[in-house]
């Protein structure tokens, strides 16, 4: 029969086998709660990138109908013509350098300050909104070749400013690849009254490939730097907006000096 001390030393060995049993099992309880909550904050990010315009599919459903109305009310009844938005007539020219994957033409986009000035004086026949392409944010120049010839491919039918709106206002998340020709044919099917086939065969001819290559390089040679850069000629002469997102009163204060 054991003794007393080995039925101790028995106990305690019971006792730590039990302990050290006890810790893995909550060292794997711990590992799978982590685990679960990587996975729940993976999914909460994807639903708000997607809901914010940060993912890579476009709009769907009321919501992308609302943009759609959005795009539309704003340029109504505005003639467009290439990549120009307003009265050829229109004493004041605003040159617009943009990106279309720049988070900070987006801003512009959205904002109430560009939208103003298309609102008022470009439909007034007081300016006229000319589009010049320079990259910046989209880092790969093929892929900003691809989404700039689609825009100009849309001017084609004069509806530049159409998916050029479009693209700001469901642009995706940064370095994300989302550019893809689906994505762009999704944009131009969202245009009402536009031919999507015939689109298509207009972004394929090289000489858009060309007016994006000697727009960006006539840019640069002009000293711009990024994006978006708004600069106003007109009869006063020429001045660029300071701020990269201006409010309508200083969009108004720069081109009151120039008109």
Same mark, same amino acid.
């Given at each position: /029969?054991?003794?007393?001390?080995?039925?101790?030393?028995?106990?305690?060995?019971?006792?730590?086998?039990?302990?050290?049993?006890?810790?893995?099992?909550?060292?794997? #309880?711990? /590992?799978?709660g982590a685990t679960i909550a990587v996975a729940l904050t993976v999914f909460v990010v994807g639903v708000v990138i997607s809901s914010t315009g940060g993912g890579t599919a476009l709009n769907k459903g009321k919501q992308a109908q609302h943009t759609v109305s959005l795009v539309q009310t704003l340029l109504a009844r505005i003639p467009q013509?290439?990549?120009?938005?307003?009265?050829?007539?229109?004493?004041?020219?605003?040159?617009?350098?943009?990106?279309?994957?720049?988070?900070?033409?987006?801003?512009?986009? #959205?904002?109430?300050?560009?939208?103003?000035?298309?609102?008022?004086?470009?439909?007034?026949?007081?300016?006229?909104?000319?589009?010049?392409?320079?990259?910046?944010?989209?880092?790969?120049?093929?892929?900003?070749?691809?989404?700039?010839?689609?825009?100009?491919?849309?001017?084609?039918?004069?509806?530049?400013?159409?998916?050029?709106?479009?693209?700001?206002?469901?642009?995706?998340?940064?370095?994300?690849?989302?550019?893809?020709?689906?994505?762009?044919?999704?944009?131009?099917?969202?245009?009402?009254?536009?031919?999507?086939?015939?689109?298509?065969?207009?972004?394929?001819?090289?000489?858009?490939?060309?007016?994006?290559?000697?727009?960006?390089?006539?840019?640069?040679?002009?000293?711009?730097?990024?994006?978006?850069?708004?600069?106003?000629?007109?009869?006063?002469?020429?001045?660029?907006?300071?701020?990269?997102?201006?409010?309508?009163?200083?969009?108004?204060?720069?081109?009151?000096?120039?008109?």
């Amino acid at each position: /029969m054991a003794s007393r001390k080995a039925q101790r030393e028995e106990l305690r060995a019971i006792a730590a086998e039990n302990a050290r049993l006890e810790h893995a099992r909550r060292r794997r #309880l711990k /590992m799978v709660g982590a685990t679960i909550a990587v996975a729940l904050t993976v999914f909460v990010v994807g639903v708000v990138i997607s809901s914010t315009g940060g993912g890579t599919a476009l709009n769907k459903g009321k919501q992308a109908q609302h943009t759609v109305s959005l795009v539309q009310t704003l340029l109504a009844r505005i003639p467009q013509s290439g990549a120009r938005l307003g009265d050829p007539k229109a004493p004041v020219t605003l040159v617009y350098y943009g990106d279309l994957q720049c988070p900070a033409c987006r801003e512009l986009a #959205l904002g109430d300050g560009f939208s103003g000035l298309i609102a008022n004086d470009v439909r007034a026949g007081k300016v006229k909104v000319v589009y010049r392409s320079f990259e910046t944010a989209t880092r790969d120049p093929h892929a900003f070749q691809i989404q700039q010839v689609a825009a100009l491919a849309a001017g084609k039918q004069n509806h530049f400013w159409d998916f050029a709106e479009l693209f700001y206002h469901q642009q995706g998340q940064e370095g994300a690849g989302y550019v893809t020709d689906g994505y762009l044919a999704g944009l131009a099917s969202q245009i009402p009254g536009f031919d999507v086939h015939r689109w298509d065969i207009a972004r394929n001819g090289r000489s858009l490939v060309a007016q994006v290559v000697s727009e960006a390089q006539a840019a640069g040679a002009t000293g711009i730097k990024g994006t978006p850069t708004l600069v106003f000629q007109g009869p006063g002469g020429s001045a660029a907006v300071p701020e990269a997102i201006p409010t309508y009163a200083q969009l108004e204060q720069v081109l009151q000096s120039v008109a």
